[in-house]
């Protein structure tokens, strides 16, 4: 009998810690980038633009792949709102001081996030670079699709002498990117993820 009681308390904790679709709350800690196979991220433009509903972009960690004898995530980019949907491919890995490094199957990495690098934090992004390309600012508590989020950081690349190159992602703990916009393409934020096999809605 005892064992039954637990069993319908443990059930009920279960049930009340997620909400009624049957996402979580939106974690305050953990990675900033998480890498694993299957996590996916669905993104929305943040204001509207005479596109279908079906507009957006869909982010998935598809397999581990072997490059030059590292070990990357590869993440495949589809975007909905072209006359067809385009597909692009990446590959990510990060290594134990928290440097985030991408690529593409032929060509140099970049750096594009140190996840624990301190606020105001600049750096170059690729061997490449000219100069020092790389920022994260820590934020304050940001609201994504009416969601309030902790502890989040914004990276942005820019280089001085260029125009049009520009880049902004922010990452939030526990879910990675919830926000991104560059020079030629509208803000996006987060509208449900799927982190470790948990669903999180926007």
């Known amino acids: 009998m005892k064992a039954k009681f637990f069993l319908l308390i443990a059930a009920t904790v ?49 397999a581990e792949v072997q490059l030059e004898g590292r070990t990357y995530y590869q993440m495949i980019t589809t975007w909905k709102s072209m006359p067809k949907p385009y597909l692009d491919t990446l590959y990510y890995r990060m290594d134990n001081n928290g440097f985030v490094y991408q690529r593409r199957k032929a060509g140099e990495e970049g750096n594009p ?14 061997a490449s670079s000219t100069e020092e390309d790389m920022h994260v600012i820590d934020q304050e508590p940001i609201t994504i699709r009416n969601t309030p989020i902790s ?7 820019d280089v001085a002498i260029m125009a049009d190159e520009e880049w902004y992602t922010t990452l939030a703990p526990g879910i990675g990117i919830v926000t991104m916009s560059t020079a030629w393409v509208p803000p996006m934020d987060l509208q449900s993820a799927v982190i470790n096999g948990q669903s999180y809605d926007f």
Do not use: Q
């Open 14 to 62: 279960l049930v009340t810690s997620c909400d009624d679709d049957g996402s979580a709350p939106v974690p305050t800690s953990g990675d900033l980038f998480p890498l694993a196979v299957g996590n996916t991220w669905e993104y929305r433009y943040r204001t509207p633009h005479g596109l279908d509903d079906f507009d957006g972009v869909k982010k998935e960690i598809t």
């Open 113 to 126: 996030f140190r996840i624990n690098a301190s606020d105001k934090s600049a750096w170059r992004y690729s």
């Open 151 to 157: 502890n989040a950081r914004l990276f942005t690349f």
